[in-house]
């Protein structure tokens, strides 16, 4: 079956830095997605990595371990425009669809 | 400026009654989707089209039709709405489906009683 898991809620501080796993289990693999998502508004596209390693985007960077089927979206410098919720989504093997997890919501106190 | 728009934003319904939301991309992408967004459930994919006339299931197809007649448009139709389908619904293209990223329309709230 096809699984996607990452923390439900997260908190942190103004100017700290973050990281948000995601862990998945899916009919195969063609890249793995993270987008942001404010309250009462559509997703945006953060980053998209398909080969192992670290891609650094800004302040954001965005890690992915197929092997492990893990990976990891990193804030750092964290400001008050940062609260959202985070959504990790694979790519599935063959096709053309999506699955997303449930999403991260980030909290940033000042 | 680019853009996907989806109508109506907000709509209320009874159960029975057929309806279609529509959604447009100025992009000339190849790649539209369709989602429905629950609360702790995440976004789950409706159907998808890879281009024009090729259009395929996603996750949650059932009770739910669409077509691609343009590259530009991709209504989502309800034949008989029931009230497990009240949800936030979004629209998205993208420019290969795969690498690029998706844009997302502002989302369609639907009620149906």
């Known amino acids: 079956g096809q699984n996607i898991d990452q923390p439900t809620e997260m908190t942190a501080t103004e100017g700290a830095i973050v990281q948000i796993n995601c862990t998945y289990q899916t009919s195969g693999f063609n890249g793995l997605f993270w987008y942001q998502q404010h309250a009462g508004e559509a997703p945006t596209f953060l980053s998209y990595?398909?080969?192992?390693g670290l891609e650094e985007k800004g302040r954001f960077s965005s890690f992915l371990s197929r092997s492990k089927g893990y990976s990891y979206l990193l804030l750092k410098e964290l400001q008050m425009k940062d609260s959202a919720s985070y959504l990790c989504a694979v790519l599935e093997g063959g096709y053309n669809k999506l699955i997303f997890g449930a999403g991260t919501r980030l909290a940033v106190h000042p | 400026e680019a853009q996907v728009t989806q109508n109506p934003r907000y709509l209320i319904t009874v159960t029975g009654k057929k309806l279609t939301v529509t959604c447009s991309q100025n992009?000339?992408?190849?790649?539209m989707s369709w989602y429905r967004q629950d609360p702790g459930l995440g976004l789950r994919q409706i159907y998808y089209s890879m281009n024009v006339e090729v259009t395929d299931k996603g996750d949650v197809p059932e009770g739910y039709k669409v077509s691609r007649k343009e590259k530009r448009n991709f209504p989502l139709i309800l034949e008989s709405p029931s009230p497990n389908q009240t949800s936030l619904y979004f629209c998205?293209?993208?420019?290969?489906?795969?690498?690029?990223?998706?844009?997302f329309g502002a989302g369609t709230r639907l009620s149906v009683l």
């Open positions: 992009m000339n992408h190849e790649y």
């Open positions: 998205a293209s993208s420019y290969n489906g795969r690498s690029a990223g998706q844009y």
């Open positions: 990595n398909v080969l192992d």
